[in-house]
């Protein structure tokens, strides 16, 4: 990404194709057959966090599919998203605590959009507590405006995005094994800030969907659930190969050069 310009919010064209997002929920429903072929888990703990100015309720497609998967699955139990004020994160941090004690596992993250920033940084505060760390639409690199929601965010905040202390270290990829399932045709956040640095135990998913569709999307529910399977201290890389092709369709290479690279 370097010598490349800064990433904008998406347009007036992607944002009015969020309004996919219900025939997404459909699309679940009538590809269910499929994605109870998903990798099954193994029992540990996950938790769940929202997206801005949403709650638990969003989060119930994704939650059920889980537990349906074989996770113990959690919801975050904060009320609606409104940004990290204070003592949130450290509510959060303190029920991973809790869930690590009880069930005497490393507990799995799970964000969609904002509620992945929450996931990543209770994951650098808890390296020892987290097994892994999966986001959906999370812009956690690039400039704080360049999505279509910062002034909801302000707004549900209180705050301005550029005062946020955090946003030095936002972009460092937390200390466990990381996903960042991303979309080109998000039309809320601009996908190069979803954008992680790849390395043996971070990667990017690209799926087709829409940001406020994701975590009910068939693709990104089934990547969710690969990537949640992986062994403990055995992860490996997302493999975008198998079903005669078919993966290669539905999640495609996202450091290739397309169509939406300008939106």
Known sequence: MQGEEEPRAPGWFLLAL???????????????????RAPVGDGHPVVVFPGLATGDMT???LRNFLKDRGYATFAWEQGLNRGPRPGVIEACM???????????????LVGWSLG???AREIAKELPDHVRTVITLGTP?????????AWRLYEFAS???VEDDPRLTTLKRTPPVPTTSILS?????VAWKCCIERETERSENIEVHASHLGMGMNPTALYAVADRLAQPEGQWQRFDRNGIKGLKRLLYLDP???GRFDGF
């Open 116 to 118: 992945g920033i929450y």
């Open 59 to 61: 989060t119930l497609v």
């Open 158 to 160: 209180g705050q301005r």
């Open 94 to 108: 303190q029920r991973v605590r809790q869930l690590h004690r009880e069930h005497g596992r490393k507990v799995s």
């Open 184 to 188: 080109r045709t998000d039309g809320v």
């Open 255 to 257: 450091h290739r050069r």
């Open 140 to 148: 956690f690199s690039g400039h704080p405006k360049a999505t279509n």
């Open 18 to 36: 969020e309004g996919r997002a219900p025939w997404e929920l459909w699309a679940s429903l009538l590809t269910l057959p499929v994605l109870k």
